[in-house]
């Protein structure tokens, strides 16, 4: 039993954590390894009988570095050159995202990491910014197209940090749009991104049918707070 409780423990936190922390990566992998093993078994599934996903599960390259340093010389507007923009920008490197550590078996690992790693990539293709309504948008996008059970709930739970309006924006505008654009969307996780760098993000979206975040000014925002604010 002493043995049972920490391996019980973490994942536990680590779910309670993610609904209230979606933009913790760490805390949201662990919960989705434990929690959606059987999710990632049917991603396997689906990457196995799709021709680019069988290709992407024998190779098993990484985002990596690598990956990083040969996107910052794609020509301006690649996705490639965007992906290497987003990540300066916001200080992120594709080495320190958290290790997946819940899930041992040889495929289904590099399944869970490939859910990982083209997580920045997908923050590109949509232009979902990295706040809080932006990443609650994007684990919707994952969640239509993975089925993991955290996404869906730290989406869920994670909106009592915002404002009524940006809970609103959310509701409203945010939620339905990752819904359609996910809907919309091939296969995500059977994509070769690192074949796909030097292609144009515009081209990319077209043959995806991939619509961009809506975009709403923080003026817009403060008029509908003091809007909320007169009716109380």
């Not at 799709?50 to 599960?57: Q, S, V, Y």
Request: charge should be positive.
């Amino acid at each position: 039993m002493p043995k049972l409780l920490p391996r019980l423990l973490v994942p536990s936190l680590a779910a309670i954590g993610s609904l209230i922390h979606p933009e913790r990566a760490d805390l949201v992998g662990i919960s989705s390894e434990t929690v959606g093993y059987i999710t990632y078994e049917k991603l396997l599934s689906q990457m196995k009988a799709d021709a680019e996903g069988r290709k992407i599960l024998q190779r098993r390259q990484r985002i990596s570095s690598d990956t990083l340093l040969f996107s910052k010389f794609c020509a301006p507007g690649t996705l490639g050159n965007l992906y290497f923009s987003f990540m300066v920008a916001n200080g992120f490197h594709p080495n320190e995202r958290p290790p997946v550590t819940f899930t041992k078996d040889g495929e289904l690992h590099f399944v869970a990491v490939r859910a990982r790693e083209i997580h920045d990539l997908l923050h590109v293709l949509f232009d979902c910014p990295t706040n809080l309504q932006g990443e609650l948008a994007l684990k919707a996008i994952e969640f239509v197209q993975y089925g993991l059970p955290a996404h869906w709930a730290s989406t869920y739970f994670a909106s009592f940090r915002l404002s009524v309006s940006e809970q609103h924006l959310l509701e409203y505008t945010f939620l339905p749009w990752a819904v359609r654009a996910a809907s919309r969307a091939p296969n995500l996780i059977c994509r070769d991104y690192e074949q796909l760098l030097k292609v144009q993000v515009s081209q990319l979206r077209t043959e995806w049918h991939i619509s961009e975040f809506p975009r709403y000014s923080k003026g817009l925002l403060q008029k509908m707070d003091a809007g909320v604010k007169d009716q109380t």
